[in-house]
């Protein structure tokens, strides 16, 4: 198979049907604890837990950790335990983490940038819809 060939192959996932097992994934990347949690890894590296807490304001221990577990499961962060006393627990992205760092970044930005343009959206919105 060239690659022209292998390029008009048809993808075995469509996100648009209902039965497909990427959605499962969009959800994953599209929480909000768990792209802040891939940006915070991307940025400062090797982290421990309370390093994430710290950085990710508002984020409670439960979610922080069904976050951790639910990155780690998708492949998309290591979890390092090291014995001492008291035991360290490390976080880093994985290979397939770091390629999905670009894009959430990017998404970051964008939400930071237009969220002026979102507000005054939204109090129009507000002022003219019928409760």
Request: charged letters at 25%.
């Amino acid at each position: 198979m060239d690659a022209t060939t292998a390029d008009a192959a048809p993808s075995r996932f469509d996100a648009f049907s209902a039965s497909c097992p990427s959605r499962r994934l969009l959800d994953t990347i599209g929480d909000k604890w768990a792209s802040l949690t891939i940006v915070a890894l991307g940025l400062g590296g090797r982290m421990r837990y309370s390093q994430l807490a710290a950085r990710i304001d508002g984020v409670s221990q439960k979610m922080l950790t069904q976050t951790l577990r639910g990155l780690e499961r998708d492949g998309l962060l290591n979890r390092t335990v090291t014995p001492s006393v008291p035991v360290r627990v490390d976080y880093e992205l994985t290979p397939l983490g770091v390629s999905l760092l670009e894009p959430i970044s990017h998404l970051k930005a964008w939400a930071e940038a237009h969220m002026p343009e979102v507000d005054a959206a939204r109090t129009i919105y507000d002022r003219t819809m019928p409760r």
